[in-house]
């Protein structure tokens, strides 16, 4: 070490902040400076990679502690009386006495932070000294070193499975075309392989990347915390710059997959890393119930303060009523103002546990405790993903109890989000693919029938078949693959793209003919749109192609934190925050691991797709064919299979190439020009791609239809008979009607573009990715300027089948009192149908759509419906008759109304209608409605959703629930619950949020009502004593009262108390409405129960009075039957809330009782002269020994509760809640029950039916171009249009099964 | 008491309905939770509803237990014969109005002033002599602190040293103060003695018991004198409280073993009061042998030292004879309580059992309102 003089120091340290501040960052190797003092290294003001996660160190660990602790008010409160009670003219309690309990809580509290602190301090060190391979001048080598060596600057060298230590700009890769395949599971849970791509143009050498070559300069942007973008270039010495983006970084954290080796240059190193940066803690929000809460401890200090003043002029009344010198008064020098103003504090120190201090940290034991419950139930856990319900926000399990509105995404939440390909339509001409329904329809039925069907059924389809002459065979393998693999599914998890479900198509036969016939027009050399369209459909996508041979193997996977067997280590896991890198692994993809398996399915039936004729069979050996696609998106993955299902196969995919098999078994290999990747703006993607034979551009387009359609430029060809107008009006009556069939559209365009206008299009790209600056609007820009005159090749139908119990779960929430909004992306007809599928809407409903084109026929049409909603709730004919009415609205209009001066009457409409159905939203429109809702009409809300378009309305709505789907992590990330299915919403819910609602709400109750119960005794022995602050009760019991003698019960009450059970909440769910707006927790029962604490007091303390007034009765043996007193009555208090009693309750109710009496009498035998100023010593055996103990305290207990018991036994005589009634339904027997159940919903449910049928007059609408048109005439001919088949996804389970 | 019906639940072991099984039993690694009837919430739970019909009984049954439990107090309160008499001397015709009105605490002379009273009715038993005083608040949180329990334990280093507690009682003229404190300071140094007159006039004193008085652990454990035999040796570095009249070894002249620390009257002064008007026990009149009452009825005369100011802060001083019952001293009010509180639940009970025929019927079949 050279020694520096402190003025360089300062510079270098000054610099260094400027150099970290700085928007762009320049770096340059560190090879050059190897092994020189670190003043002369380039990057040295960079982080290291040496992480640190740890909140203390050893030596500060208890002031810093301290001070995290202090920032909580409730414990500068408590110290601040810990301090008062220092002073002497003002102190109640022996000084050191009354630091107990603020010590025991920051002991605890303490404990439990250095605990967290010392596991992430052992995490640090394993992460930091994980081997990783750093290039080494001297060595001329790279050499293993630890992670936290890894500098800014340095090359490091990743291997096969390895994880990335820091963020690396890719320079080589040892696969071909520079590509280094990773996996981000450990940053966002998305298991896919994602490809990333070396900066073009620093590698030159075929031989291996030499790092010491390496003299540019990498400019890159400061760090953030955005996964998904990355700006940077390199600077050549010859001032070349080389755009590089996120697709040539790799992030710290993930893994290399079917990679040899890459090497990276260090870009961001340790906590400037984006994974770390990343790594924001845990969420925390606050529940509506603690915002109530936070009021009444407010009312608290209010009461609290009103005591110490009645306290504080009462001593002074006291004081001036004093003649003469009374032995008892000291001698003092303050005057009775002062005094008496002195004694205002020490009636806060005496009166301070009325601030329910305890009650936080109950309130958190009790969340841990719920959460355990919740993750922990079996109903929440999907046996197929193998994943359990994640409660990620430890403090609002209670806010699930009191949801209001739902907000749900349709899109793989109550869909499955696993694509089947159902229809196309190609050049105007619908391939309805009959055959493939049917095989849809069979394995939609039950398993045990499957057998069956497969005997009746093979000689429609062998028929079929045999109209090319061809045999039977790929069915039958087919079906024999399929029952294989299904049964290995259910072992493990379902198998998300390798099910036979997605990834098998039976072509249709028309299509196939016509495929043939332009084929033997002369194939590929041609451009036939059939064959295009197929190309498109097997281009234009992102799919990673893997093959069996080169199946990755998944490195041993940390297991799930949160499972264990032991449920403390569980619960300790829910207190542990996120911590680095043992983040979850989410198991979304888990079918890849089957690789084994699947692949032995897949060579029984080798033929299942080269099975179309014999003059399309490829010629490409069997085993190619163990080909494995991995979608980002779903419908891609759908799209790729049906293609491959007609011959197209997607051999590989490099960026720079696409290599496609025809039908023909000719393989074409495709230069890939560009991919303009798909955003949420354009709701499209394009790929340039180079045709290898006519070495034509051609840009293949894929988007949603109204993102096409309006870019559609010239006809396809002018020798087609047919006018483009007419495709393009023919598809898009097809897209409709795959839209009112409940499918996903997506229109496939292609361009061919001009050698020049790709080249002056190439110029204005490359400025936009070398930009640094708006790089993302530069880029979408160009694609803009790409995709125009589109000549439309056809549409896809891709049906997402609704998830199992969706409308059961709809129907329940529906009851539950929640009204439930779908938000999505697709088109109006298809959230209809997916609305009746999923029972949103039913038949009988009323429904209003609202499309319109400009604001001022928005504005009348919101007028209009709700003058007309309005008229019929004023008629009083219809009094107690709820309109089901149902609004289905789109992005564009939704827009308007959203807009500051619509938006009350948008609400007003709203709110007067069940479901509302959004469609063609964008995610930020989504979020804008959740927080409309939530802010105007102050309701909870909850969103939930799967996909990155749903976070930000899973962050805008007060619980947000994230689906561990088909689509990746981002969700679940954002979420506060993760959950892997819709249905377990329901449960979730209705069950888990009636639970802990009604648990939480009921302890905090108690909690005030036991706070006030028992400091109002002191309050009200202050009366006969002078208001001098004197405590009847040992301080050390009144201590032991609050820490141990009563605090179990509440705790013990706010996790287990079960008011109904499960079954009849689920069977019953208008038990929920019980939570729901105010709820039991509200401003009535808080008061009712500070008013029964008052009552309870004054019982408690004045029976004891009126007993030993004016006997030799001391003052401790006074207390005695007064704490004895309010313990049983705090005890039968929450017996009387308890509403079932297992033996947990029993062991800790007992368990107090004796503990009292244990430890009091203990105390009394030990303590002869231990706490000085109270003579414990023998008095509660001395009391035991009287009879009158026992019969002051049997009265007292019984007067003080006779009121609540009476009240309560009055209450559910007379008028029973319906929570009672449930309690009811509970005790009969199950069978009984669901009978009970089963007729009284069939009773409503007819004559509720009865009630909701009823017409409202059409409104009139405003003008021509505003349909309010009236959705079940519409169903009605949709359903008749529609083939058979199509309706599988309606089909409705019967409910209550 | 309450309705009990244990529920019969699915039990622990079978597979949750809702959880379907097949495929074997998957792999070990598996996150699926235990299936237990705990972490399902599944334990079977005695689950009470509180309504009428069920929780009859039990009103029936404290009003039929309290009533008589109530009516035995009030009898046993009732035979407690109790004399209270007011000594305070506060009116000019008082006996004791002299004495009250010269007093000073450094009086070396002290005041004496007889009372006279008849007991209608003969005392039998054990009969407890009690001083009562009112408006004296014992329980004055800085009074209560005043006081060195280590110190009238016995610790020699405490005797020496006494606590800051004790302030401003604590030393005087430098020598520490035994028994310090404002408690030990304001003892109640009334002396009463008791007499019984004959119709012929001769007055007869009677026999008061000084031991027994104080709380057996108070005397033997919790309060010790200073080692050594002699006690104004142990006490020779200490001064007496202010207003004590005598050293505290010398505090019980008649009998050694009732000096220093372990004077029960000075246990049962320490032992504070609870509230501002209480008694304290003073002496025992032993129940005598045979069949004669312990006090028979007659006519009485009190003398009393009258050394104990109260009158200057409003207070009053009484003399109370009381005989005991199992139940302590005479109060009546329990025994009105339970009475009371017997016949409410009572009546409760009937109100209940005419809401139960009026009601009762409807919750076999509740209905669930919307």
New interface residues.
């Given amino acids: 070490m050279t020694w520096r003089s402190p003025l360089a120091l300062v510079r270098d340290a000054l610099q260094g902040q400027r150099a970290r501040e700085k928007e762009l960052r320049s770096l340059t190797s560190n090879l050059p400076h190897e092994g020189q003092g670190r003043g002369t290294q380039p990057n040295r003001f960079f982080s290291s990679n040496a992480i640190k996660t740890t909140k203390y160190s050893l030596l500060f660990f208890i002031p810093m502690n301290l001070f995290e602790q202090f920032h909580r008010l409730a414990n500068i409160y408590f110290v601040g009386l810990a301090i008062l009670n220092f002073i002497p003219v003002v102190n109640?309690f022996q000084p050191e006495v009354a630091l107990i309990p603020i010590c025991v809580i920051l002991s605890l509290t303490a404990l439990k932070d250095a605990w967290e602190d010392f596991r992430r301090y052992q995490s640090d060190r394993r992460v930091n000294n994980m081997p990783c391979f750093i290039y080494s001048r001297k060595q001329k080598r790279f050499v293993e070193r630890r992670w936290k060596d890894v500098r800014v600057g340095d090359f490091v060298k990743v291997v096969c499975n390895e994880i990335v230590p820091a963020d690396l700009l890719l320079l080589y890769s040892s696969e071909p075309n520079g590509v280094c395949h990773i996996e981000t599971a450990n940053l966002d849970g998305e298991t896919n392989l994602k490809q990333r791509t070396v900066v073009s143009g620093v590698c030159t050498t075929d031989r291996g990347f030499e790092p010491e070559s390496f003299n540019s300069t990498v400019v890159c942007e400061k760090p953030n915390n955005n996964l998904n973008h990355f700006k940077c270039f390199v600077e050549k010495p010859n001032k070349e710059k080389l755009g590089a983006g996120i697709e040539s970084l790799l992030l710290r954290g993930c893994t290399v997959r079917n990679t040899g080796h890459a090497v990276g240059f260090v870009v961001y190193a340790g906590h400037e890393t984006k994974s770390m940066l990343n790594n924001g803690g845990s969420r925390s929000k606050r529940s509506k119930l603690e915002r109530k809460l936070n009021i009444d401890v407010f009312f608290c200090v209010i009461l609290l303060f009103t005591m110490c003043l009645v306290g504080s002029v009462g001593h002074y009344m006291w004081l001036e009523s004093?003649?003469?010198?009374?032995?008892?008064?000291?001698?003092d020098s303050r005057s009775n103002s002062l005094a008496s103003f002195h004694m205002f504090f020490?009636m806060i120190i005496l009166l301070q546990i009325l601030i329910p201090i305890s009650l936080y940290l109950s309130i958190e034991l009790v969340k841990i405790g719920q959460i355990f419950?919740i993750?922990?139930?079996?109903?929440l856990?999907d046996?197929e993903t193998?994943?359990?319900m994640q409660c990620r926000a430890l403090n609002i399990t209670e806010d699930l109890g009191q949801i209001d509105y739902v907000f749900s995404d349709k899109t793989g939440t109550l869909t499955e989000n696993k694509m089947v390909f159902r229809r196309c339509t190609i050049m105007g001409t619908e391939f309805p693919h009959k055959e493939n329904a049917i095989r849809l329809a069979v394995l939609d039925e039950p398993e045990s029938e499957e057998e069956i069907i497969f005997n009746q059924r093979p000689h429609s389809s062998q028929t079929a078949w045999s109209f090319e002459g061809e045999d039977a065979g790929p069915m039958d393998m087919h079906r024999r693959g399929q029952k294989k693999s299904k049964?290995v599914g259910?072992?493990?998890s379902d198998v998300a793209f390798s099910s036979p479900l997605e990834t098998e198509v039976v072509p249709d036969q028309n299509l196939v003919r016509q495929i043939s016939r332009a084929e033997s027009r002369g194939g590929s050399q041609r451009t036939d749109p059939y064959l295009d369209f197929f190309l498109a459909l097997t281009i234009c996508n992102t799919v990673v192609v893997s093959r069996a041979t080169a199946r990755r193997q998944r490195a041993g996977l940390s297991?799930?934190s949160?499972?264990t067997?032991n449920?403390f280590e569980a619960l300790s896991d829910l207190v542990k925050k996120a911590s680095l890198l043992i983040q979850r692994k989410s198991s979304r993809f888990r079918a890849q691991s089957q690789g084994p398996v699947i692949d032995s399915v897949r060579m029984e039936s080798p033929a299942d797709t080269n099975g179309l004729s014999p003059s399309v069979r490829p010629t490409a050996p069997a085993g190619s064919e163990n080909l494995y696609y991995e979608a980002e998106s779903p419908d891609e993955a759908a799209l790729v299979h049906a293609a491959r299902a007609y011959g197209f196969v997607l051999l590989a995919r490099t960026p720079k190439n696409v290599s496609v098999r025809l039908p023909s078994g000719q393989v074409l290999d495709f230069e890939v020009l560009d991919v303009l990747t798909f955003d949420s703006n354009r709701k499209r993607m394009s790929v340039l791609v180079r045709h290898p034979i006519t070495k034509e551009c051609v840009l293949y387009t894929k988007g949603a239809d109204f993102a096409i359609m309006e870019l559609l430029g010239t006809p396809y060809a002018e020798n087609l008979s047919k006018s483009h107008k007419n495709i393009a009006s023919d598809t898009q009556r097809h897209l409709d009607g795959y839209a009112k069939e409940g499918f996903r559209t997506l229109c496939i365009a292609k361009k061919v573009v001009s050698e020049d206008e790709y080249r002056r299009w190439l110029v204005s790209r490359k400025s936009a990715q070398a930009a640094i600056e708006q790089k993302e609007q530069l880029i979408m820009d160009t694609a803009v300027q790409m995709e125009t005159n589109l000549t439309l090749l056809g549409a896809t139908g891709i049906e997402d089948r609704l998830q199992e119990n969706v409308p059961d779960t709809t129907v329940a929430l529906r009851e539950a009192g929640i009204h439930v909004w779908v938000l999505t992306g697709d088109k109006l007809e298809t959230a209809v149908n997916i609305g009746y599928a999923c029972r949103l809407l039913e038949d009988e409903d009323l429904l209003i759509s609202m499309s319109c084109k400009n604001k001022v026929t928005c504005t009348s049409s919101l007028d209009c419906n709700l003058e007309e909603m309005r008229r019929y709730s004023e008629n009083p004919q219809n009094v107690g008759t709820i309109p089901n009415i149902s609004l289905v609205i789109d992005g564009h209009t939704l827009a308007m109304v959203l807009s500051p001066d619509l938006q009350d009457r948008f609400v007003d409409l709203a709110k007067r209608c069940r479901t509302v159905l959004c469609c063609r939203m964008t995610p930020l429109q989504k979020s804008a409605v959740v927080k409309l809702v939530r802010d105007k009409l102050k309701v909870m809300t909850l969103a939930v959703g799967d996909g990155a378009n749903d976070v930000n309305m899973i962050q805008a709505a007060d619980v947000g629930v994230g689906i561990s789907g088909q689509e990746g992590m981002q969700a679940v990330m954002a979420s506060d619950f993760a959950i892997s299915r819709f249905k377990h919403l329901k449960k979730l819910l209705l069950v888990h949020g009636h639970w802990c609602y009604t648990r939480l709400a009921n302890m905090i109750i108690y909690f005030f009502y036991k706070n006030v119960a028992y400091v109002n005794l002191l309050f009200w022995y202050q009366f006969?004593?002078?208001f001098?602050?004197?405590a009847?009760i040992d301080y050390w019991l009144m201590i032991f009262f609050n820490l141990f003698f009563t605090s179990t019960p509440p705790i013990m009450f706010g996790i287990?108390d079960?008011d109904v059970?499960?079954e009849v909440l689920l069977g019953?769910p208008?038990?929920y409405r019980t939570g729901q707006g105010k709820g039991e927790y509200n401003f009535l029962t808080f008061w009712i129960s500070i008013l029964d604490a008052f009552y309870q007091s004054l019982v408690g303390f004045f029976?004891p009075?009126?007993?030993?007034?004016?006997?030799?009765?001391?003052?401790f043996?006074?207390?005695t039957p007064l704490n004895t007193i309010s313990l049983f009555t705090m005890l039968l208090h929450l017996s009387?809330e308890i509403?079932?009693?297992?033996?947990?309750h029993w062991i800790i109710m007992l368990g107090s009782v004796g503990l009292y009496f244990g430890v009091t009498l203990a105390y009394s035998a030990i303590c002869?002269?231990c706490n000085?100023?109270s003579?414990a010593?023998?008095v509660l055996q001395?009391q035991m020994g009287?009879?009158?103990f026992y019969?002051?305290c049997t009265?007292s207990t019984?007067?003080a509760l006779?009121p609540r018991?009476?009240f309560?036994?009055?209450k559910?005589?007379?008028s029973?809640s319906?929570l009672?009634?449930?309690?009811?339904?509970?005790?009969m027997?199950p069978s009984t029950r669901d009978q009970w159940i089963r007729e009284?919903r069939g009773f409503?449910g007819g004559g509720g039916g009865q009630v909701k049928r009823y017409q409202l007059s059409p409104p009139p609408s405003p003008t021509q171009e505003t349909p309010v048109d009236f959705r079940p005439e519409f169903l009605n001919s949709a359903e008749a249009t529609s083939d058979d088949f199509s309706l599988n996804v309606t089909t409705q389970r019967p409910v209550y099964t | 008491m309450m309705a009990s019906s244990y529920n019969a639940k699915e039990e622990v072991d079978g597979h949750h309905p809702g959880s379907s099984n097949h495929g074997g039993t998957g792999p070990i690694n598996s996150k699926k939770p235990d299936n237990t009837a705990f972490k399902q919430q599944r334990l079977p739970a005695w689950q009470p509803i509180l309504t009428a019909g069920t929780v009859l009984p039990a009103f029936f049954v404290i009003g039929l237990i309290f009533i008589p439990i109530g009516i035995g107090l009030y009898v046993t309160s009732n035979n407690i014969k109790e004399f209270e008499i007011d000594y305070t001397g506060a009116e000019p015709n008082s006996p004791c109005y002299v004495c009250a009105q010269n007093f000073s605490w450094n009086s070396t002379t002290p005041c004496f002033c007889t009372v006279n009273f008849t007991l209608q009715q003969p005392f039998e038993n054990n009969i407890y002599m009690y001083y009562g005083l009112s408006n004296f608040y014992q329980n004055h949180r800085r009074y209560v602190k005043s006081r060195d329990d280590k110190q009238l334990n016995g610790d020699s280093k405490a005797l020496e040293e006494p606590s800051s507690d004790c302030e401003p009682y604590r030393k005087s003229g430098g020598a520490p103060v035994a028994p310090c404190g404002a408690i030990a300071n304001s003892l109640f140094n009334d002396t009463l003695d008791l007499s019984y007159v004959e119709t012929n006039g001769t007055s007869t004193p009677i026999e008061l018991q000084k031991s027994g008085i104080a709380w057996w652990t108070d005397k033997h454990v919790k309060f010790k004198n200073p080692p050594g035999s002699n006690l104004s040796v142990a006490f020779q570095n200490t001064v007496k409280p202010v207003n004590w009249r005598r050293p505290v070894y010398e505090l019980d002249p008649s009998n050694p073993d009732n000096n220093g620390f372990i004077n029960e009257d000075l246990i049962v002064w320490m032992r504070t009061a609870a509230l501002p008007t209480f008694r304290k026990l003073y002496r025992i009149i032993p129940k005598k042998s045979g069949a004669v009452s312990t006090l028979p009825s007659g006519s009485y005369s009190l003398r009393i030292a009258y050394n104990y100011p109260v009158l200057s802060f409003d207070g009053r001083k009484r003399m109370i004879l009381s005989t005991i019952s199992w139940m302590g001293g005479k109060n009546p009010f329990l025994g009105i309580a339970y009475i009371t509180v017997g016949s409410i639940c009572f009546f409760l009970g009937i109100v209940l059992l005419i809401i139960n025929h009026k009601y009762g019927n409807r919750s076999s079949s509740a209905e669930i309102p919307n």
């Fill in positions: 109640a004093r003649t003469g010198s009374p032995p008892y008064l000291l001698p020490t419950f993750v922990n139930d079996i109903d856990y046996e193998d994943s359990c049964v259910t072992a493990r297991p799930c949160s499972q067997n449920s006969f004593c002078g001098t602050g004197t009847m287990f079960k059970s499960a019953v208008e038990l029976i009075y009126w007993v030993y007034k004016d006997s030799d009765v001391d003052i043996t006074f207390g009387i509403k079932s009693w297992t033996v947990v002869v002269n000085p100023p003579n010593y023998w001395s009287d009879p009158m019969l002051v009265i019984l007067v006779l018991y009476t309560h036994v009055l559910n005589s007379i029973p319906p009672l009634q449930g309690r009811e339904l509970d005790r027997d009284w409503r």
